[in-house]
């Protein structure tokens, strides 16, 4: 016999239409169906979610770290970009100190070559002088003996004369110095 209370219980449930030896059937096979589920599916299936909670928090470490890199990458691109800007800025401060030498040179050059062309052209001028003083002291000399011989009417020593004419040029301003002038003598015949 049934106890009367799991009779009343039983009866109760029957009158609901609830067959106990099926509803304990059912919460066994529930109660299975929980623990093998348990073990062959929601464990797997946390697992999976770990995995991929840790793989999602990997690669927001790893964004942040490669947005740190970047940040830092961008630091150093800057400061290459400044060492870059003051050494252009040094060789170009260098390639001016380079031309202003070599312009300072050109113009040293330049003048040392004016010099050089002032003091040639002036001893060319000096030498065109003293020959054309040569050349007018030779004319002279013979035109001063070509009046002498007119004047008094006879041949002179050309030579001796020549001479003669030669040492007053000499000392008169037409000569070397200049600083002197000689007294005139009066050519003897």
Request: hydrophobic share 45%; no cysteine; net charge negative.
């Amino acid at each position: 016999m049934e106890p009367i209370f799991l009779g009343g219980f039983v009866g109760g449930l029957k009158a609901l239409g609830i067959n106990l030896p099926s509803l304990l059937a059912q919460l066994i096979n529930f109660t299975i169906l929980l623990v093998v589920l348990s073990v062959f599916a929601y464990k797997p299936a946390m697992r999976l979610l770990d995995e991929r909670r840790r793989r999602i928090q990997e690669g927001l470490e790893a964004a942040e770290q490669a947005k740190q890199q970047a940040a830092q990458a961008g630091v150093e691109v800057q400061a290459q970009l400044e060492r870059a800007r003051q050494e252009g800025q040094a060789v170009i401060g260098q390639a001016q100190q380079i031309a202003a030498r070599i312009q300072e040179e050109a113009h040293q050059q330049a003048r040392q070559d004016a010099e050089a062309l002032l003091t040639r052209a002036r001893s060319e001028i000096q030498l065109e002088r003293d020959s054309a003083i040569a050349d007018l002291r030779r004319e002279f000399a013979g035109l001063t003996i070509e009046a002498a011989e007119k004047v008094i009417g006879q041949s002179l020593d050309r030579q001796a004369h020549r001479r003669l004419i030669e040492e007053v040029l000499a000392e008169s301003t037409l000569g070397g110095n200049g600083d002197q002038k000689a007294p005139r003598s009066e050519p003897s015949s």
